[in-house]
């Protein structure tokens, strides 16, 4: 597709089940983000891929979070043993870097995960 | 620690009026400043700014940068019900395109 694709669009779960949450990036963009956002709440930074380097997981909250992005291409949010205060939309983005690019991220619509 | 903060966090007006949102930024490496529009899920593309004093405009709407006292505002004249929406301010940095976002404004525009 031409945007980033985010699946499932909603998710509800019983608390201490796990979750994963897929993005599919726009084709070519190397750079890819994980952000999540709480009701009425702005971004908060979760995990950041770029390339083939080492992913920048200064976001993640705890260790029940991790994330990873086979290929290049798609990504997986993953969060063992949910918990209520993990409820929120949980958004990706993609990013094209190289020569000429500005940076700008192009967001999916988000999963918007509720823990019962 | 990287901080952006916007205000107000939110605002009512009517159809017709002119608003100012701010944004004020302390981070490292700065690169560029990035206002972006969420009206129900996804975040949309506003404006980008890297540069002082130089305006952006789009329309209704416009937003310039303060380098020196690091802040930016953006306006938007003769506002509709379809402005409405949540308008987040984000700060690049250097490494690795990464932002770091405010809080948001939450507009709306009353008929």
């Known amino acids: 597709g031409a945007g980033v694709s985010q699946s499932p669009s909603n998710k509800v779960t019983e608390k201490g089940k796990d979750v994963e949450l897929r993005c599919d990036p726009i084709?070519?963009?190397?750079?890819l983000y994980w952000y999540r956002q709480s009701l009425g709440q702005g971004l908060e930074f979760l995990i950041y891929?770029?390339?083939?380097?080492?992913?920048?997981k200064s976001g993640l909250p705890s260790d029940r979070f991790s994330a990873e992005r086979t290929g290049g291409s798609v990504s997986t949010l993953t969060i063992q043993r949910t918990q209520q205060e993990d409820s929120a939309v949980y958004l990706c983005?993609?990013?094209?870097?190289?020569?000429?690019?500005?940076?700008?991220?192009?967001f999916g619509e988000g999963s918007r995960l509720t823990v019962l | 620690e990287d901080k952006v903060v916007q205000s107000p966090l939110s605002l009512v007006v009517h159809e017709g009026d002119t608003v100012t949102l701010n944004c004020s930024y302390e981070?490292?490496?700065?690169?560029?400043l990035l206002w972006y529009k969420q009206e129900k899920k996804a975040p949309t593309f506003l404006f980008m700014l890297?540069?002082?004093?130089i305006e952006k405009k789009s329309g209704r709407l416009s937003s310039i940068l303060d380098k020196k006292e690091l802040f930016s505002i953006l306006n938007i004249t003769a506002t509709q019900t379809g402005d409405s929406a949540i308008y987040l301010c984000?700060?690049?940095?250097?490494?690795?395109?990464?932002?770091?976002f405010g809080g948001g404004t939450r507009l709306m525009v009353k008929p």
């Open positions: 983005a993609s990013s094209l870097l190289g020569p000429g690019a500005n940076g700008e991220l192009f």
């Open positions: 984000a700060v690049q940095h250097n490494a690795g395109n990464m932002l770091t």
């Open positions: 890297t540069s002082s004093g």
């Open positions: 891929f770029q390339g083939n380097s080492a992913p920048d």
């Open positions: 981070v490292t490496n700065f690169r560029s």
């Open positions: 084709s070519g963009h190397t750079a």
